[in-house]
């Protein structure tokens, strides 16, 4: 499987090689992410940190990568995500527009101590309300490792809004509902900051 992950990697760079001369824009950004238990969202399950960055061609393909860092509250337990995805937006019209991507990933965490690469897919829709503030309508992710045995079959359905600060910065707010193992996990609450240059 880590030859799997390097290949795709190693695909992602030529791609970029071979789109120098496409012009397009880099975003780098980071989010917080409160999760809660399904069931009572005053019980707090555990909180992530992200930091990812992006680089969007002027024809829509997408190149990012993050790297995520979740603390289990009321536990040493943590855990680790990097993640590298090639994607691409597609206009519909002049306010909606759909999105989706693919991603290899590697997973590890401590106490116990495991690690193991997954893969992930994600597609969504957006509306821009005004020139300020787009509704991230729907979105949806699929990840799941590779082996099964490894049960991280974890999908997520989320909505969410961001508000642009100005033509290169914006604040993202989202609420998500994540699955393991076909079981309610979590209800998330996340707050971003992303900027373009």
């Known amino acids: 499987m880590r030859h799997l992950a390097n290949a795709m990697l ?10 120098v001369a496409a ?3 880099n975003s780098v950004g980071m989010t917080i992410t409160s999760d809660r238990d399904p069931d009572d969202f005053d019980v707090p399950k555990d909180m992530k940190y992200e930091l990812n960055g992006a680089h969007t061609f002027d024809d829509g393909l997408i190149l990012g990568g993050s790297f995520q860092y979740t603390d289990t509250t009321f536990s040493d337990r943590a855990s680790q995500n990097l993640e590298a ?13 759909v999105n989706g991507s693919a991603g290899l990933g590697e997973h590890w965490r ?6 193991f690469p997954y893969y992930v897919l994600r597609i969504g829709a957006d509306l821009e309300l005004n020139q300020n503030i787009t509704w991230n309508a729907i979105s949806y992710r699929f990840r799941d490792a590779f ?16 508000f642009k600060l100005d033509g290169q910065s914006s604040i993202a707010v989202k ?4 699955w393991k193992d076909d079981q309610p996990s979590s209800t998330g ?3 971003g900051f992303k900027q373009r240059f």
């Not at 995805?85 to 527009?97: A, E, I, Q």
């Not at 082996?147 to 809004?161: F, S």
């Open 85 to 97: 995805t090639l994607g691409y937006r597609v206009p519909l019209d002049s306010v909606l527009s």
């Open 10 to 19: 190693i695909a992602t760079a030529i791609l970029a090689a071979n789109r």
């Open 175 to 178: 609420i998500m509902h994540n």
């Open 189 to 191: 609450v996340s707050l």
């Open 23 to 25: 012009a397009g824009s």
């Open 147 to 162: 082996d099964r045995d490894d049960d991280y079959d974890t999908p997520q359905v989320a909505t969410g809004v961001t």
């Open 110 to 115: 401590e106490s116990p101590s495991t690690y």
